[in-house]
């Protein structure tokens, strides 16, 4: 194993605050249902089909939407945090001579910026798909690139459509249990390997 690709939002950062507050500015400019935050532990336990429908949300609209709410995003970076222990799990990983690399559905800018307010430089790239749903074609372009195979990378997410992905392309992947879809929500996808605490990463590894 070569690489460690991360995941951004839900298991490398806690962006619940930000990507409710962006969610309920676009919500109000479109009429759209808002986001309590008292609401977020139950919408984990739900499918993204399943909130878009209870957020009176077409999913077709999402290439109109991303852009504007990564704009919001950006503006309260502050905001995100990183999670208890990753970045020393970052720092030991990088220690041990493994490649680090994020692939998210955020921003590349959004993940620059707060990788350096963070004093993280132990990432090597940051690869974003436009699309919510287009992780596969993201890893499966980088083994290309870096003619590496997919037992040579492992993926660490937090979401269904993390493992929907790298099932896709043969990457096996670690869940890890702080994000922002429960276990009811991805137990069926089975991924390789559940984490509860960023330190499991390293016993895995």
């Not at 969610?23 to 739900?46: H, M, P, V």
């Not at 222990?85 to 620059?112: A, C, F, P, T, W």
Request: charged share 25%; with cysteine.
């Amino acid at each position: 194993m070569k690489y460690i690709i991360f995941d951004f939002d839900g298991t490398l950062a806690d962006s619940t605050a930000v990507l409710a507050s962006a969610w309920n500015t676009i919500a109000q400019k479109y009429k759209f249902k808002g986001i309590e935050l008292k609401e977020i532990e139950s919408l984990k336990k739900i499918s993204i089909a399943e909130r878009s429908k209870l957020f009176d949300f077409p999913m077709y609209k999402l290439p109109m939407i991303l852009p504007q709410f990564y704009r919001l995003y950006r503006q309260s970076l502050n905001d995100v945090h990183l999670y208890n222990g990753m970045k020393e799990v970052l720092m030991e990983i990088d220690k041990r001579g493994y490649k680090i690399l994020i692939i998210s559905s955020n921003s590349q800018e959004n993940i620059l910026e707060f990788l350096k307010m963070n004093g993280i430089h132990c990432v090597s790239n940051v690869l974003c798909s436009n699309r919510i749903f287009g992780k596969d074609k993201v890893i499966k372009k980088f083994l290309k690139d870096s003619s590496i195979t997919p037992s040579e990378v492992i993926y660490i997410g937090d979401e269904q459509r993390d493992i929907v992905a790298c099932k896709k392309v043969g990457v096996p992947i670690i869940w890890v249990g702080w994000g922002y879809d429960a276990i009811e929500v991805v137990q069926q996808e089975e991924p390789e390997y559940k984490v509860a605490t960023p330190h499991e990463i390293l016993n895995i590894i």
